[in-house]
């Protein structure tokens, strides 16, 4: 904190304490309104986040029934060619 004897000596050198006073709380003002900002980039990252794990389990999900849909037509082709092939040589 400031001795009274600096505020003296502050004031004769032409500082005028008013308008630092009002300009900090100007700056004050400005980290105030970027935390803010900040806060709602946080919030959207987290909405952002929650989205990406729920696409997660839809892609994980459309995985399985690929492969169970891959499974069944090879089985569908295959399996009759497989008979037809035992049927026609032995």
């Known amino acids: 904190m400031a001795k009274v004897g600096e505020v003296v000596?502050?004031?004769e050198e032409g500082?005028?304490?008013t308008?630092?006073?009002l300009k900090l709380t100007g700056k004050v003002e400005g980290i105030d309104k970027?935390?803010?900002m900040l806060v709602g980039a946080d919030d959207k990252a987290d909405k952002a986040l929650a989205k990406a794990?729920?696409?997660?389990h839809s892609i994980?999900?459309?995985r399985v029934w690929v492969y169970g849909l891959f499974s069944a037509?090879?089985?569908g082709v295959f399996v009759p060619l497989f008979v037809f092939v035992v049927e026609?040589?032995?």
């Open 88 to 90: 026609k040589f032995f």
């Open 34 to 36: 970027k935390l803010d």
């Open 60 to 62: 994980a999900t459309l």
């Open 73 to 75: 037509i090879s089985l």
């Open 9 to 11: 000596q502050a004031h």
């Open 15 to 17: 500082l005028n304490l």
């Open 53 to 56: 794990v729920e696409n997660e």
């Open 19 to 21: 308008e630092e006073i």
